[in-house]
């Protein structure tokens, strides 16, 4: 793929804007050349590399040690087969990845996802973003990310159990408290870190914090299933508040019916905004008359407990609109007019079109809750428009803070009350919102919150790195 295809629209002029730094073609190219098939991979550099520019201009001793290029080659790379066997009785076969990216700041730390579209590429993209987004936090944590192209949906708890073990009978040679310390992430919920670490401690014969999202009687911490959400609207918040206005009246686009969209839902209702709509593969829902606590009860309960789509949710409400994206499939959720969106489901969920759209309907704030929920060209087209826009790596760290605080209560053999947990979240985004405006000022770049995050994310690693020698 050249720099003429729709995947690299406006690349060419983002490397001509910095080739008097390192010619941004010739790392890109070498960059695809050693990463074939790998798009979402490049992208997330793509993106990273033109905030930390001006670094690379400004202190020559990051392309000395070839920091940038030690960044995005994984420090170790592990794929595996997972072979179980269904209710049927019928042998199947996955494939297991886990990609421990970064270790400069600390132990790998990432979650594990479980979906079909799950490859090399989106591993990477994955796992590079949380060495930005765990540097972030200010926790001691390096970035990872694992997974398998397994699909929980449809699976019954048993075959989910096998499949989980199976996965296990592998991972548990990687990981550890101190080496790598996995968490949930799609497909990866309550049910299937319990089979995980059932497992690994059956394995082991250890009962260790080497998994976060455990149970609240086995291990977890209070407000760690709610903490990416949670987190997401605090993030909102600060951005909100550092511009003079409130996030109370605000209506609010949330995607994705999740962990974090539900967290997100309630954290927004909690402080007087109107969520509007909710989405999952199938299609969205459009509430003008938003979600109310007893609604978003029931939205749990078909979701986490019936483990059924969302049109089974708007069959119980009569003013409630479910399009289907099988019937509509030009139709968006980003169509509809509000005050905020918070992408909450998955990658490149929102593109340069429906970048186009919420600016056109005078978008105030887009936070993503899902990692690059904005393709490039729509964060230009945001950033242009002057919407404020946080990258995931910063508005969605809340889940891997919280995650860091669940091993401090584990090393300790004592749990956190609910309180405790929420104030020292809430106290972690704040200061990655501090970090992203002064990194952010200091470049040049006041009130970019992408080039602020990148730019924080690089230096602490890299400084990292070079004090660490190479190695």
């Not at 096998?162 to 990687?174: G, S, T, Y």
Request: with cysteine.
């Amino acid at each position: 793929m050249d720099f003429k295809s729709q995947k690299y629209k406006g690349c060419e002029e983002n490397c001509r804007n910095y080739s008097k730094i390192k010619p941004m073609s010739e790392f890109l190219q070498r960059l695809k050349d050693r990463n074939p098939h790998q798009p979402e991979f490049i992208q997330t550099v793509e993106e990273f590399y033109q905030s930390v520019a001006p670094v690379l201009k400004a202190h020559p001793k990051y392309d000395k040690f070839k920091i940038l290029e030690r960044m995005t080659e994984a420090e170790r790379i592990i794929s595996f087969s997972v072979p179980w066997i269904n209710d049927a009785g019928e042998v199947q076969i996955n494939r297991g990845y886990r990609v421990q990216m970064n270790s400069a700041l600390g132990p790998y730390k990432g979650g594990l996802r479980f979906h079909p579209s799950v490859n090399l590429s989106i591993l990477k993209f994955l796992a590079f973003e949380q060495v930005s987004k765990n540097a972030l936090t200010s926790l001691p944590l390096g970035g990872g990310k694992g997974g398998a192209d397994f699909d929980p949906k449809g699976k019954s708890d048993n075959e989910v159990m096998r499949f989980c073990q199976a996965f296990m009978n592998e991972l548990f040679r990687h990981i550890g408290h101190k080496t790598d310390i996995p968490a949930g992430d799609i497909g990866v919920g309550n049910r299937e870190i319990g089979f995980l670490f059932g497992k690994y401690k059956r394995i082991k014969n250890q009962f260790t914090g080497v998994l976060t999202g455990k149970g609240i009687n086995w291990g977890g911490s209070l407000i760690r299933p709610e903490a990416t959400g949670y987190g997401l609207v605090y993030f909102a918040q600060e951005m909100l508040q550092h511009q003079g206005r409130e996030i109370n009246g605000l209506d609010c686009l949330v995607s994705g019916a999740g962990n974090v969209a539900q967290y997100a839902i309630e954290k927004l209702m909690n402080l007087n905004a109107r969520v509007i709509t909710a989405s999952d593969s199938q299609g969205y829902i459009i509430d003008e008359e938003g979600f109310t606590p007893d609604k978003l009860k029931h939205l749990m309960k078909v979701k986490n407990e019936e483990r059924k789509g969302l049109h089974v949710y708007a069959e119980k409400y009569k003013n409630i609109q479910y399009i289907s994206r099988k019937n509509n499939p030009e139709a968006s959720l980003w169509q509809q007019p509000a005050d905020c969106a918070f992408p909450c489901a998955t990658q490149n969920e929102i593109n340069e079109d429906h970048a186009r759209q919420l600016v056109k309907n005078n978008i105030q704030l887009v936070a993503e809750g899902s990692n690059m929920s904005c393709t490039n060209e729509a964060i230009k087209v945001l950033q242009e428009s002057k919407v404020l826009y946080a990258p995931g790596k910063a508005a969605n760290a809340g889940g891997v803070a919280v995650s860091g605080l669940e091993m401090s209560q584990n090393s300790q053999r004592m749990g956190w009350s609910r309180e405790k947990v929420n104030e020292q979240l809430k106290e972690i985004m704040h200061n990655i919102h501090s970090q992203c405006l002064d990194f952010g000022k200091k470049y040049d770049q006041a009130d970019n919150y992408l080039a602020g995050a990148n730019i924080a994310g690089f230096l602490k690693v890299g400084d990292a790195m070079i004090d660490q020698g190479v190695v």
